[in-house]
């Protein structure tokens, strides 16, 4: 069935560090590609998506790209602030009867000290 | 706008009470979505609206969960004879239209059976 698989936390860095948060998913078809994100206290949002293969998603300098052949979508940023400390959670469009429910991974925390 | 909101943000109830939780989506949005989150795990899926029927109900754990929408509009979910394995956050969002459009989720209610 359709699964995410992404890295275990908690990732700590300090500021201005580069991050690399690894995804890779399990799919039939051609699914959606998600990272939302979940600040302290906050509901989870979404961070960026990507509709097919070798699309990249951005926002807010984080980054990723839809690897078809390694089936990944890992989340980059090229340096980290202390604001970005938050669960970041990658998903996949569920691709399910309704094709709309998201397969979740299990999230990944970060915290950036200063 | 009013982003999705639920209520209420924290339940403490005994095991085999019935609860009940609310999610009013974002207003126009005809998809419903609820997710749970149990401690350590990823966001599983429960049940998806459009509208006021629910085509897809393949995440519901148990037949002690049901779910109702009037609408468009507010949903509420409801877990009889609650186990304490049901304790978990229980997650709604809401998109335009479903599919792969953005689902904006609420912040949750925690859900506490002992």
Known sequence: ?114 | GAGVSQSPSNKVTEKGKDVELRCDPISGHTALYWYRQRLGQGLEFLIYFQGNSAPDKSGLPSDRFSAERTGESVSTLTIQRTQQEDSAVYLCASSQRGGIETQYFGPGTRLLVL
């Not at chain 1, 906050?42 to 390694?70: M, P």
């Not at chain 1, 090229?78 to 094709?99: T, W």
Request: proline fraction near 3%.
């Open chain 1, 1 to 114: 069935g359709n699964s995410v698989t992404q890295m275990e936390g908690p990732v700590t860095l300090s500021e201005e560090a580069f991050l690399t948060i690894n995804c890779t998913y399990t799919a039939t078809g051609y699914p959606s590609l998600f990272w939302y994100v979940q600040y302290p206290g906050e509901g989870l949002q979404l961070l960026l998506k990507a509709t097919k293969a070798d699309d990249k998603g951005s926002n807010k300098g984080f980054e990723a790209t839809y690897r078809k052949e390694t089936t990944s979508f890992h989340l980059e940023k090229g340096s980290v602030q202390v604001s970005d400390s938050a669960v970041y959670f990658c998903a996949l469009s569920g691709l399910n009867q309704a094709g709309t429910a998201l397969i979740f991974g299990k999230g990944t925390t970060l915290s950036v000290s200063s």
